[in-house]
Structures are given as C-alpha cells and as structure tokens.
C-alpha cells in the first residue's frame, strides 16, 4: 500500500500546477481528500492494533513478575516487539498523509 501511495505523490510532484483547469483542480483535490481519509482510517485502525499488543503486553508482563513464569516474559517481549512493528508502520503512514496535506494546500491556494 506504501509503494502505491508514492506512486501517487511522484504524480503530484510531476503535475504541472500552471496549466491545470478549476475542474482538474477540484477533481485532484478531491481525490487527494479521498486518499487522505483512507489513509486516517488505515491510521486509527493500526492505532487500535497497537494499544491492544501493548495491552496484552502488559498483562503478560505483570503475570509474569507475579508468577516469575519465563513464558510470560517471552510473551509480553513478543507483544511488545509486535507493537513496535506497527507502531514503524504508524509512523510511515503517517509521513505519507503529510506530504499528501502539502499538495492539498497547493491545490487549495491554485
């Protein structure tokens, strides 16, 4: 999904804003709005995968300082390993809906 998003703003860097009519205006902006919010969704959904590892995490980690069983350890590293994953991903993300808001705002002041 990432490469296909930078695709996508390699579009926009090579768009020549000059000569764009006020309908091709609109329908990129409006297609940009589009990515943009599909890309939020994509964000609050990676956000809620993330506190739910980080949950579990520490619930795995507080059975295992109760317990002192060495499974609960690998568990909650596991968890938290898998949190950090997503959290990278978050992050990308994240990047690509700022650059998409730069070229919004360009076509915003066109």
Request: with cysteine; glycine share 8%.
């Amino acid at each position: 999904m990432e490469k296909r998003f930078r695709e996508y703003l390699k579009h926009f860097e090579k768009l020549d804003y000059d000569v764009l009519s006020d309908e091709e205006i609109a329908d990129e902006r409006g297609n940009l709005e589009l990515k943009t919010g599909l890309l939020h969704r994509e964000l609050i959904r990676l956000l809620i995968i993330i506190m739910g590892f980080l949950i579990c995490a520490g619930i795995f980690l507080s059975t295992a300082l109760s317990t002192g069983n060495i499974v609960c350890y690998v568990l909650a590293a596991v968890t938290a390993l898998f949190a950090g994953y997503m959290s990278i991903q978050y992050r990308g993300i994240g990047g690509i809906i700022r650059q998409l808001e730069v070229y919004i705002d360009k076509l915003t002041m066109l």
